[in-house]
């Protein structure tokens, strides 16, 4: 089910406009600047976007010198956080994926994690691409909030969860945002 589902959504997104897409990762990226959590944030774990994804690269360059930026690592089947200096430290690693070279791993608290997903539910569930690194690093680790960033044409009302499955406290569209936990209510 959560695979055929997978490749429909993949397929959903890869085709969604050029335009459309790029006009809609500007407006996400203005309104998640735009939040105070956000401004508060100093450390942020933020996924490098590949494919159909929503594109994270030109908001990783805007903050990588104003904000401590890790990234993700896939190594002996773990997600680890690295910290980002430049752009260039990046290299296409797992699953062609843009990885940091480094290995100096970061366990400490994050303030914000932006999540990625293949899709994203109104109630803050994701159907990610099934390897369970999002969800471990969500019952593992410690963080402030987490955000996920989505096109709005493609929120769902529903997506398949299990008991394992972890929600996103925040969901940020071009058109809304849903506040799923909250304690993050009115934007403070």
């Not at 956000?38 to 996924?47: L, N, Q």
């Not at 994203?120 to 690093?137: A, Q, T, V």
Request: glycine residues 6%; positive net charge.
């Amino acid at each position: 089910m959560k695979k055929t589902l997978r490749k429909k959504f993949i397929s959903e997104r890869n085709n969604l406009e050029n335009d459309y897409r790029n006009s809609s990762t500007n407006k996400i990226f203005t309104i998640l600047e735009d939040q105070d959590f956000f401004k508060s944030s100093e450390k942020i774990f933020i996924y490098v976007g590949f494919g159909s994804e929503i594109s994270t690269e030109i908001f990783i360059k805007k903050w990588i010198n104003k904000k401590q930026i890790f990234v993700p690592k896939i190594e002996n089947v773990k997600m680890n956080l690295i910290q980002l200096n430049s752009w260039d430290e990046l290299t296409p690693g797992h699953f062609r994926v843009l990885e940091p070279t480094s290995s100096d791993y970061y366990k400490g608290k994050i303030d914000l994690v932006i999540t990625p997903s293949i899709v994203f539910d109104k109630n803050g569930y994701r159907l990610g691409y099934g390897k369970g690194y999002y969800d471990k690093y969500f019952s593992s680790r410690e963080y402030g909030i987490s955000v996920g960033l989505s096109y709005h044409k493609l929120l769902q009302d529903n997506v398949p969860k299990e008991d394992h499955d972890k929600k996103v406290d925040v969901i940020i569209t071009e058109e809304k945002t849903f506040i799923i936990n909250e304690k993050y209510n009115s934007n403070n």
